[in-house]
T-cell receptor, first 112, second 115 residues
Framework: AQSVTQLGSHVSVSEGALVLLRCNYSSSVPPYLFWYVQYPNQGLQLLLKYTSAATLVKGINGFEAEFKKSETSFHLTKPSAHMSDAAEYFCAVSTRGNQFYFGTGTSLTVIP | GAVVSQHPSRVICKSGTSVKIECRSLDFQATTMFWYRQFPKQSLMLMATSNEGSKATYEQGVEKDKFLINHASLTLSTLTVTSAHPEDSSFYIC???????????FGEGSWLTVV
């Protein structure tokens, strides 16, 4: 079975500060892991994905995530937050069948 | 690149009526499509998995007679919300995977409001 836990439903950071959004997963098979961003009233946009290649994955808009098997984690980071990063972020795990299991989401607020 | 398109992007319907949402793969054949639902301020929850030419597999708690899914061709899956009620108001999004199964694409989503 697969599942995702996102710690912290709301995260606030100052503009220019480090962004850290946490994601832990559970999977009975080697997982594919994803981070998606959702802006208000919009669909999902893929930020980055891990598919068993390099453990440090770089995505769009300066985001990156590191797959740590020992910790079953796939935390999302960005060195310097921008106002436009304010959105809802979802971590997801996928099986080979491409069925996704999403976390409950983390709402990121960027304080000017 | 490959694109999955949903239509309509927003729809308002009266309580008791039915509404159909389409999910199309524009430049690849989608052997499997997934339908998700997202209630306000909640995560996306898988509703059903549909494979072309066969009956959809519904997740526990999803009424198959209320949410009719048809995947009649390799490029089109439809979700019909029958006898819609205000509590069905939600964001519905589909995803599709091609025959190689390596890449999955999400549609833009459809906002349904039942009044």
């Amino acid at each position: 079975a697969q599942s995702v836990t996102q710690l912290g439903s709301h995260v606030s950071v100052s503009e220019g500060a480090l962004v850290l959004l946490r994601c832990n997963y559970s999977s009975s098979v080697p997982p594919y892991l994803f981070w998606y961003v959702q802006y208000p009233n919009q669909g999902l946009q893929l930020l980055l994905k891990y598919t068993s290649a390099a453990t440090l994955v770089k995505g769009i808009n300066g985001f990156e995530a590191e797959f740590k098997k020992s910790e079953t984690s796939f935390h999302l980071t960005k060195p310097s937050a921008h106002m436009s990063d304010a959105a809802e972020y979802f971590c997801a795990v996928s099986t080979r069948g491409n069925q996704f299991y999403f976390g409950t989401g983390t709402s990121l607020t960027v304080i000017p | 690149g490959a694109v999955v398109s949903q239509h309509p992007s927003r729809v308002i319907c009266k309580s008791g009526t039915s509404v159909k949402i389409e999910c199309r793969s524009l430049d690849f054949q989608a052997t499997t499509m997934f339908w998700y639902r997202q209630f306000p301020k909640q995560s996306l929850m898988l509703m059903a998995t549909s494979n072309e030419g066969s009956k959809a597999t519904y997740e526990q708690g999803v009424e198959k007679d209320k949410f009719l899914i048809n995947h009649a061709s390799l490029t089109l899956s439809t979700l019909t919300v029958t006898s819609a009620h205000p509590e069905d108001s939600s964001f519905y999004i589909c995803s599709a995977t091609g025959t190689n199964g390596n890449t999955i694409y999400f549609g833009e989503g459809s906002w349904l409001t039942v009044v």
